[in-house]
């Protein structure tokens, strides 16, 4: 063991970068792929994320909060959108850093300084974040038009796009064709391009999950998580795992326990649901996922056998951030927010 | 607004000695409280936790990985012992830097130097860690008696204590009383005078979860966690709520938008099921949690109303760790393991 780290998050920089590529030559040279960033950049660190982004091409960044965008300040000079905001008493600092608030009230349009360039987010079905589209010919009677215009999907994964159509219809009536436009997250560029306008803003798909979950991920994979093996034992039909014993087992088998838990991020919710990968072969989580550790039955791996110290795969070739997202009961991007603070990053 | 801080968590130190020192007395002076600082103190940051516990009179720490434990070691001369084994390559660093390896398993034992102090951990019904009592003789013959024994329990919060007390006695078929022993967990603590024997090991009760969930909390509360009003607005019956629409509002209302999100640790399983509060008062949360983003239904509040800018409660004393766990179907422990790194921390 060269070190003493029980998980290991590999992140493949070519991989995000190709997926970016893959994503301008997608929406073609009249518009721009923005990187999302947000949430440290979906978990895999905005120090890696940025910087290869920047080497793709991406010239415009995304983030949540104030605070992240300061920290992405440090790692490019392309502007910085905040989506949560202006807020209020540090109007002054966007300008001076660079950094274009996205403004979701009235009162944010009001307090913004009429010298510092702005996204105007237009609620069109999210009752969210956003201004209410009623709204927008008054403020614009009254206030310094933004440089850009947005709205967001609430649903664009759907098969179905004619709540998609709805909310770019009702975007469309009030965002006039001379302001720059950005309608589409990841998965609303796979929808139509009529909806590409002048900007997309690019996030889970730039890291890996599918972005049209009906069909194959057109992504390349960028995440690979594993975990060491601790201990492996045998046990006899009839004994129990875990907390509060909520698996027994039916017949004799073995069992490895991993160095991973709910506390690197791999959600409770996979108790007796998901699976670790050896050799490629599936190895069902038994009992429940505790704070530091899971137990799986290898009862059923077939050539090879796992032995104490060795890697098992959580993501990776056998299992899609998607895929253990489902075991879970949740999506890819709660996958890829909740990644271990704890694994050993290695950067490829 | 001071900072650009859209999440706000309060850590009361006082309450995280006081919960110290009550269970020091409640052991009493024959026994002494190890604190278990794993997963960065659940959540709360051993920078922190680690000097208070030191303070309220705490000698013996306990983590999870061996790289945890370099991290404490450099906030206490006190013994740390690591439950997740002897790493293998780095059995001398460990006598080097006074950390003490719990030992799970027949070849740990077997690597352990024989200068080393080190416990024993007896699996007696998790199947997770931990040494087969039956192999525990053959260790003795062949090995130096460990510094201390230890087995953990399974279930030592259920009302039942008869499994707990089965663990106890396969433990101590196979543990002399001749070395100094530790059994209980939180709950254990609680659950029987005749299981403190030398020293227990602390967690969750530590941080003000609930360790006799039967009964009211004899913890104090450690942490508070607020959230900042980004934005509200009225809507109307028929509206629907967030990704994919799964709330529909059954009258007009108004709602809060909060910048906290299941990138914060809000788990994505607190859509349309959790709550957070103003004013003491229950704001459900409707439609999905968003990766930054929670929205409330703020049209049942009476007297003083929220504005934009506003804090509310996630965590507090209207909403205890353990009950928001229980609307997100999971428990404390998870909760508190996945508490925001994006939050603004204040200690108190």
Known sequence: MSSGAFSRLTIDTNALKSNYRFLQDKVGPTCSVAGVVKADGYG?????????????????????QWEEALVVR?????????LGGLVEGLEKRYAHLGIVPVLNTPSEVAR????????WHIDTGMNRLGLDPEDVA????????????MTHFTSSEDVDASPSQQQ??????????????SICNSSGIFKSDLWHRNQVRAGVALYGANPTPETENPMSDVVKLETRILQIRSVKAGETAGYNRTYT?????RLATVGLGYADGFLRSGSNSSALYWNGQACPVVGRVS??????????????????????EVIGPHQSVDQLATSWKTIGYEVLTSLSSRAERVIV
Chains 1, 2 share one sequence.
């Open 249 to 253: 087992f039916p017949k004799d088998t």
């Open 138 to 149: 008054g403020l614009f009677a009254k206030h310094p038009a933004p440089m850009m215009m």
């Open 44 to 64: 895999l660190g905005v120090d890696v994320v940025v910087p290869a982004l920047e080497k793709a091409g991406c010239t415009f960044f995304y983030v949540a």
């Open 168 to 181: 770019v219809s009702d975007f469309d009536a009030v965002a006039p064709v001379s302001i720059p436009q």
């Open 112 to 119: 913004c300084p009429a010298d510092l360039p702005a996204i």
């Open 291 to 312: 704070m530091d550790l899971i137990i799986v039955d290898i009862g059923g791996v077939t050539g090879i056998q796992p032995q104490e110290g060795h890697w098992m």
């Open 74 to 82: 440090s790692l490019t000079q392309h502007p910085i959108a905040v």
